[in-house]
């Protein structure tokens, strides 16, 4: 194997001695405590991938994750976090195998909630998952602090965060099917997220209302930093059924575009065990009037008209989940049909700490070229 190296600029490897100072000084800080709790999880994935049901493909992927928790103190503070080792590997016909290597630290942070005389805090500051109320500005990690306060009435938020020190071959594994220039840790984009919430859970009926601003700064380029305003609108229809509106407005370029990112979602529970669910995606496209396409961190199509729909059925011992969603692209005059996607999972946990699984994923062009994948995997995972 070719060997590799890490190339850092003056100010991320000054980002890198401060990220290793706080990991050293938060373990010397939780080392003599008692209330130590730790486990693990050993993972096997073995799958097939195929474009238009020709060329099989094998991926076999591998991995081991150790996790940590433990009270600081007397406080309700609780200091956590997970190491993690991943393999996989690509072996099409007639071609070499692809092999990559992942270690990385996905999650350490201090975080609890801290009761005071007016409402309780909520705090998370380390590395940590975040995810905007709408899922399509930011979802994923990021090395930074998050902050809730919450009143009895009203729900305030707070996070800021840089995400330029996160593993990128972690986060995109999925999606890798080729040896990396740079094996075990590649360093992702520099953005840094910072965005404030403010929500309230019971304003009528029920009903919650949200807002949130956020803007996710490119720290290489200013200019290309992009600024959104949520608006979040859920709660119960009936008893059984519920809704979720969710709505961003944002800018990149310096307020020089508008776009816009709005989804519908319908969520029914005829039954203790079942769920259904329905719902749209709206992602703004170039054309349309005075509108940008929709980009963001978190969004993953390209200013498309998504219809969704999923069914989930789980009980102590078992879930199965399908879903589907036909997505309608915008060609600057007109929406067609581009893809189809269909996903089925099933899941049953043999032991406690033991589970298999089925993952079924296709990827239909409907347009009548020959762009279609489709992919199964046979899933095992032991915790202990």
């Known amino acids: 194997m070719n060997a590799w190296k890490w190339t850092l600029s003056r100010g991320e490897m000054k980002m890198k001695k401060l990220l290793v100072a706080i990991c050293t000084a938060l373990f010397i800080v939780a080392a003599p405590l008692s209330a130590f709790e730790w486990g693990g999880v050993i993972t096997d994935s073995t799958g097939v991938s195929t474009p238009n049901f020709n060329n099989l493909s094998l991926k076999q992927q591998n991995g081991i994750s150790l996790w940590f928790n433990t009270a600081l103190g007397d406080t309700d503070l609780f200091f956590s976090g997970e190491g993690v080792y991943k393999f996989k590997l690509v072996k099409a016909a007639s071609t070499e195998a692809q092999l990559i290597h992942v270690a990385d630290i996905p999650l350490l942070k201090i975080s609890g909630d801290i009761q005071t005389a007016t409402g309780v805090v909520s705090l998370n500051a380390g590395r940590f ?6 899922g399509s500005v930011f979802k994923g990690s990021l090395d930074g602090v998050g902050v809730d306060f ?3 009435i009203v729900k305030l938020g707070f996070v800021a965060g840089y995400t330029g020190l996160l593993n990128e071959l972690n ?4 999606n890798i099917n080729t040896t990396p220039e740079k094996q075990f840790y590649d360093f992702s984009a520099k953005t840094a997220p910072v965005g404030f919430s403010v929500e309230f859970p019971a304003l009528f009926a029920n009903q ?4 949130q601003g956020y803007g996710v700064l490119e720290t290489d380029n200013f200019d290309a ?3 959104y305003f949520n608006l979040l609108l859920s709660g119960p229809i009936t008893n059984s059924i519920y809704y979720n509106l969710v709505s961003s407005v944002g800018s990149v370029n310096t307020f020089k575009s508008i776009m816009n990112y709005s989804a519908f979602t319908l969520i029914a529970f005829p039954t203790e065990t079942v769920a259904i669910n329905a719902g749209v995606e709206y992602g703004s496209a170039q054309g349309q009037g005075s509108l940008a396409t929709f980009t963001a961190p978190g969004y993953s199509y390209n200013g498309d008209i998504v219809p969704k729909a999923g069914f989930t059925y789980a009980t102590s011992t078992m879930s199965l989940d399908l879903s589907g969603s036909y997505i309608l692209g915008y060609d600057g005059t007109k929406y067609s049909g581009t893809r189809a996607d269909v996903n089925a999972g099933f899941i049953y946990n043999i032991f406690s700490d033991f589970q298999v699984g ?3 994923t296709g990827q239909i062009d409907v347009t009548g070229g020959n762009d279609s994948s489709y992919n199964l995997y046979l899933n095992v995972a032991l915790a202990f």
């Open 129 to 134: 998952s975040y995810v905007d109320g709408t």
């Open 150 to 152: 919450t009143l009895p």
């Open 171 to 174: 986060a995109n594994l999925s």
């Open 208 to 211: 919650s209302l949200g807002f």
């Open 225 to 227: 930093s992009g600024y």
């Open 358 to 360: 089925l993952a079924f």
